[in-house]
T-cell receptor, first 109, second 112 residues
Framework: EDQVTQSPEALRLQEGESSSLNCSYTVSGLRGLFWYRQDPGKGPEFLFTLYSAGEEKEKERLKATLTKKESFLHITAPKPEDSATYLCAVLNSGYALNFGKGTSLLVTP | SQTIHQWPATLVQPVGSPLSLECTVEGTSNPNLYWYRQAAGRGLQLLFYSVGIGQISSEVPQNLSASRPQDRQFILSSKKLLLSDSGFYLC???????????FGPGTRLTVT
């Protein structure tokens, strides 16, 4: 059975303090690993898709990387507006995304 | 550009009452459509998906049902709500480029 585990559950950073969020997965036949950002009371916002080990993608202060067993979302010099819940999901041979429970990030000034 | 709409935004319903949530997508044709539920402290749970008009697949047995009467319209229904149906309901459509899914703004349902 596919599993997606995100850690830590919650993370508090000072503005400018870089860190990484982890997404560990077990899936048969990975067809993609996805990162989303979700603000309170809103739908998740798509950030990145990664397909193969070694792949990296960047967007502003965020960089996502992928290995055969996990993905990292690196946040460089975060700002308070980066505060949100970050969700990881995997796609196997079916149609559905299998989501982790997310990491709640709070960046304080 | 594509846009996805959901309504209502919030809903408070008594136990045993019916439910109808609507989702529409603009700017694309024949999209794959999905209904998810997000309960407090839990991840997103896929409820239904549809690859075309009248084609519905259920992922979780429950008292909810889904229908797709038009190409870009997806409806989530229930005849009698349970307390456990409370949650944040999200509709999504799948993009063509990377299999990514794009989510609507969601409906917050509280069953009392």
């Amino acid at each position: 059975e596919d599993q997606v585990t995100q850690s830590p559950e919650a993370l508090r950073l000072q503005e400018g303090e870089s860190s990484s969020l982890n997404c560990s997965y077990t899936v048969s036949g990975l067809r993609g690993l996805f990162w989303y950002r979700q603000d309170p009371g809103k739908g998740p916002e798509f950030l990145f898709t990664l397909y193969s080990a070694g792949e990296e993608k960047e967007k502003e202060r965020l960089k996502a990387t992928l290995t055969k067993k996990e993905s990292f979302l690196h946040i460089t010099a975060p700002k308070p507006e980066d505060s949100a819940t970050y969700l990881c999901a995997v796609l196997n041979s079916g149609y559905a995304l299998n989501f982790g429970k997310g990491t709640s990030l709070l960046v304080t000034p | 550009s594509q846009t996805i709409h959901q309504w209502p935004a919030t809903l408070v319903q008594p136990v045993g009452s019916p439910l109808s949530l609507e989702c529409t997508v603009e700017g694309t044709s024949n999209p794959n459509l999905y209904w998810y539920r997000q309960a407090a402290g839990r991840g997103l749970q896929l409820l239904f998906y549809s690859v075309g008009i009248g084609q519905i697949s259920s992922e979780v047995p429950q008292n909810l049902s889904a229908s797709r009467p038009q190409d870009r319209q997806f409806i989530l229904s229930s005849k009698k709500l349970l307390l456990s149906d409370s949650g944040f309901y999200l509709c999504a459509w799948r993009g063509d480029r990377d299999n990514e899914q794009y989510f609507g703004p969601g409906t917050r349902l509280t069953v009392t």
